[in-house]
């Protein structure tokens, strides 16, 4: 047997909803009942990493969680009542879990991510952290580190950054910047 068969051979199933490691993942997921578990948990995961990332300098403004909201609305693709339920249940677990929470929920989106949704959820998450017009330097610390916890490339990083740059508080005021 080669290596790859042998490691075709041991991959096993994602998990489903209840044995998430996030307590609040499942909690989000658990309230999504109409749609497929994985879809929900995969959701309920994306909404949570979104938190983590608006919450990093201690306040989820009203903008933040509008985007967040508009956000699960358009790719989730839940409706409008159900978006804003998943949006605030995240916020609000992120403020009551923490940072060992943020790790896990940020660990179960990289579990059932498909191609291309570290890079789409880091787009989501600098949309969500300029939701306000700026982009603190903890926010942006933050999203760097969910970058390295999904195992996305540097270069990436800095070229979805990048599209953020007006935003950035860490650049207001430079030359060439309006702002």
Same mark, same amino acid.
């Given at each position: 047997?080669?290596?790859?068969?042998?490691?075709?051979?041991?991959?096993?199933?994602?998990?489903?909803?209840?044995?998430?490691?996030?307590?609040?993942?499942?909690?989000i997921? %658990?309230?999504?009942?109409?749609?497929?578990?994985?879809?929900?948990?995969?959701?309920?995961?994306?909404?949570?990493?979104?938190?983590?990332a608006?919450?990093?300098?201690?306040?989820?403004?009203?903008?933040?969680?509008?985007?967040? %909201?508009k956000?699960?609305?358009?790719?989730?693709?839940?409706?409008?009542? %159900?978006?804003?339920?998943?949006?605030?249940?995240?916020?609000?677990?992120?403020?009551?879990?923490g940072?060992?929470?943020?790790?896990?929920?940020?660990?179960?989106?990289?579990?059932?991510?498909?191609?291309?949704?570290?890079?789409?959820l880091?787009?989501?998450?600098?949309?969500v952290?300029?939701?306000?017009?700026?982009?603190?330097?903890?926010?942006?610390?933050?999203?760097?580190?969910?970058?390295?916890?999904?195992?996305?490339?540097?270069?990436?990083?800095?070229?979805?950054?990048?599209?953020?740059?007006?935003?950035?508080?860490?650049?207001?005021?430079?030359?060439?910047?309006?702002?």
């Open positions: 047997m080669s290596i790859f068969d042998w490691l075709k051979n041991s991959v096993t199933e994602r998990p489903a909803v209840e044995e998430s490691s996030s307590t609040a993942v499942r909690d997921a %658990q309230r999504l009942s109409d749609l497929d578990p994985d879809h929900a948990r995969w959701v309920a995961a994306f909404a949570m990493v979104r938190a983590r608006a919450r990093a300098d201690l306040d989820i403004s009203r903008e933040e969680l509008r985007e967040m %909201q956000i699960v609305h358009e790719i989730g693709g839940l409706p409008e009542e %159900q978006s804003s339920l998943v949006a605030e249940m995240a916020a609000h677990r992120n403020e009551l879990l940072v060992t929470e943020d790790y896990l929920s940020t660990r179960e989106f990289k579990q059932v991510a498909g191609e291309g949704d570290a890079e789409r880091l787009h989501c998450l600098f949309a952290t300029a939701a306000d017009d700026t982009i603190s330097l903890v926010e942006e610390e933050e999203v760097r580190q969910v970058a390295n916890e999904l195992g996305v490339e540097p270069a990436r990083y800095t070229a979805i950054r990048s599209r953020f740059r007006e935003k950035r508080s860490v650049l207001r005021g430079t030359i060439g910047n309006r702002n």
